[in-house]
């Protein structure tokens, strides 16, 4: 069984073919961290027109790596959303431009659900398991009961990790993306010098929040001497990059005890999203799994960002259960994976 993936739900336009034994035939990624760079963030209108241009060209790309026509698929699987809805618009179109042309199958798949499901491409992962899903526009713990079955336990109140990683590398002057800048930073810094607030850490529940520590960092930046030294921004970078990874530690580890009682057969703790290239935050991640009896497990760097494979894969996962999606589907800027959880306030563009 084959599946043709695409994937143009924020700035990297993706395409792929995976097959049922969890073997990617082809992987195509393009990046338009360029096109973004000289804004400081990500121009919804500059990425959509970027998805248009290149989306057919990765496709054929896709297929050629993967030596096979059209006719030689089983499915066609497109991120339906969440997330801008303009690039969420045109990969829709694709995919169902592709599936109706061929005759095959269309399988809108959630972005989330992409992200939520690599552990099953990448390891075999059985459900239940764990999931930190942590990124520019989500920050949230699911259990993940099955293909289609979610139960959020935390989400952030207000900002995404990944977004306060690149708020506060424009704050101290470091490039565009942020979280790659603030952890080189980072390395060489100290991490006690400041004292920087670990937020909810401590209360009831498994949310998150980020803004506080975001705001105290900009305070922060504005007491000292500018421009800053290197010194100064490594150490705010360290203590940052530390304030995060305990906050997340801390939310992790109440996630995990209401795992482990809801759901005993829960054996592994899983992270993807942006985030989870984060190696202060993978190790401290390790450490709860560790303590908790836990396997911690993160997918190769290249399928925790935004890919095409993901989405072919969860859309064979929904194909093989018999569950696809009518050519009137509409894109949808958010789409929660559990449904039933409470609204959260400001939770991000993804969430």
């Excluded at 099955?146 to 704050?171: H, N, P, Q």
């Excluded at 922060?220 to 995060?244: K, M, N, W």
């Excluded at 985030?275 to 799994?289: D, P, W």
């Excluded at 993160?298 to 925790?304: E, H, K, R, S, V």
């Amino acid at each position: 069984m084959l599946v043709l993936g695409i994937e143009t739900s924020c700035d990297e336009t993706a395409a792929a073919v995976v097959r049922d034994d969890r073997t990617i035939l082809a992987d195509v990624v393009l990046s338009q961290l360029e096109d973004h760079r000289p804004f400081g963030g990500i121009v919804p209108e500059i990425a959509a027109r970027a998805h248009l241009e290149h989306v057919d060209r990765l496709v054929a790309e896709a297929m050629r790596r993967a030596g096979i026509g059209f006719a030689g698929l089983d499915a066609v699987a497109a991120t339906g959303g969440p997330g801008l809805i303009g690039g969420v618009m045109v990969g829709v179109m694709t995919g169902k431009a592709i599936a109706l042309a061929a005759g095959k199958p269309f399988l809108a798949v959630n972005h989330l659900e992409g992200h939520a499901l690599t552990a099953r491409l990448t390891h075999d992962l059985p459900f239940p398991y764990l999931l930190l899903l942590a990124s520019g526009g989500h920050c949230q713990l699911l259990a993940v009961l099955g293909v289609g079955s979610y139960r959020r336990l935390g989400t952030t109140i207000d900002d995404a990790a990944g977004e306060a990683f690149d708020k506060v590398a424009k704050m101290v002057g470091l490039g565009y993306p942020g979280g790659p800048q603030v952890q080189a930073w980072a390395a060489r810094g100290d991490a006690a010098r400041f004292a920087l607030p670990r937020p909810m850490k401590g209360k009831p529940g498994c949310d998150f929040s980020f803004s506080g520590l975001k705001n105290a960092v900009r305070l922060l930046v504005e007491s000292l001497p500018r421009p800053l030294s290197g010194t100064d921004a490594a150490d705010i970078c360290a203590g940052f990059q530390a304030a995060v990874a305990d906050s997340i530690a801390d939310r992790t580890r109440r996630a995990v005890g209401l795992m482990q009682r809801q759901w005993p057969d829960c054996r592994h703790l899983v992270v993807a999203g942006g985030v989870a290239a984060n190696s202060a935050l993978r190790a401290t991640l390790e450490g709860i799994a560790g303590e908790t009896g836990l396997t911690f497990l993160a997918p190769p760097l290249g399928l925790c960002t935004d890919n095409a494979a993901m989405i072919a894969w969860a859309g064979l996962e929904r194909f093989r259960l018999g569950l696809t999606d009518s050519l009137d589907f509409a894109p949808r800027p958010r789409w929660p994976l559990d449904p039933d959880a409470p609204k959260a306030r400001g939770a991000g563009v993804k969430a």
